[in-house]
């Protein structure tokens, strides 16, 4: 099956500064999305983004098919950006565009 | 509101014992899922359903059932658990137009089998 891959595992910063998240996928997929998951375990989705390029507020993201990665990027980081920061992709060479397989995440700590 | 339910938030059993965990959405998505969280695992995705009566297996779905009788409801069934099978469980839906698109989470389910 597809594997996907994300770096960094973890990353500590201070508030106000900006990271990248990265996603690497080991086959074409036609389904990329970004989840956040709180320190109570909520998950939320952050961005539906196969393709292309999409800004939702301090967050962005990219995602390059033809070189099988995405980027997440966090500006001006806030305490609250805090927690696990997961990548899910469905394989585009697959039976069903049902089948999501997640990455390991990247643990996300954000101090005042 | 739009929201997934999941129920129970919190579940310990005795092995062998079934259980249902229910889960059901509002939103009149067609797509929805059950996952699985361990540590160090990540998640991983047990069964979804593209529509009522269309379930498929995930990566892990062995112990596990489900049905989907209604597009709102779709319950995961634990025939006999066994404590390998303790873990926190989320069901997700969305809509689906030949894709996949974004998945809203229930709160979370965590089980304890002993």
């Known amino acids: 099956g597809i594997q996907v891959e994300q770096s960094p595992p973890d990353l500590i910063l201070q508030e106000g500064a900006n990271s990248t998240l990265r996603c690497n996928f080991s086959?074409?997929?036609?389904?990329l999305q970004w989840f956040h998951q709180n320190p109570w375990g909520q998950l939320i989705n952050l961005f539906y983004i196969p393709s292309g390029t999409k800004q939702n507020g301090r967050l962005s993201a990219t995602t390059v098919a033809t070189e099988r990665y995405s980027l997440l990027y966090i500006s001006s980081s806030q305490t609250t950006d805090s927690g696990v920061y997961f990548c899910?992709?469905?394989?585009?060479?697959?039976?069903?565009?049902?089948?999501?397989?997640f990455g390991q995440g990247t643990i996300l700590t954000v101090h005042p | 509101e739009a929201q997934v339910t999941q129920n129970p938030r919190y579940l310990i059993t005795v092995t062998g014992k079934k259980l249902t965990v229910t889960c059901s959405q509002n939103m009149n998505h067609e797509y929805m899922s059950w996952y699985r969280q361990d540590p160090g695992l990540g998640l991983r995705q047990i069964y979804y359903s593209m529509n009522v009566e269309v379930t498929d297996k995930g990566d892990v779905p062995e112990g596990y059932k489900v049905s989907r009788k209604e597009k709102r409801n779709f319950p995961l069934i634990l025939e006999s658990p066994s404590p390998n099978q303790t873990s926190l469980y989320f069901c997700?839906?969305?809509?689906?137009?030949?894709?996949?698109?974004?998945?809203?989470f229930g709160p979370g389910t965590r089980l304890t089998v002993t």
């Open positions: 899910a992709v469905t394989n585009a060479g697959g039976t069903s565009y049902g089948k999501l397989t």
């Open positions: 086959d074409s997929v036609n389904n």
């Open positions: 997700a839906s969305s809509l689906q137009r030949l894709a996949v698109y974004e998945q809203y």
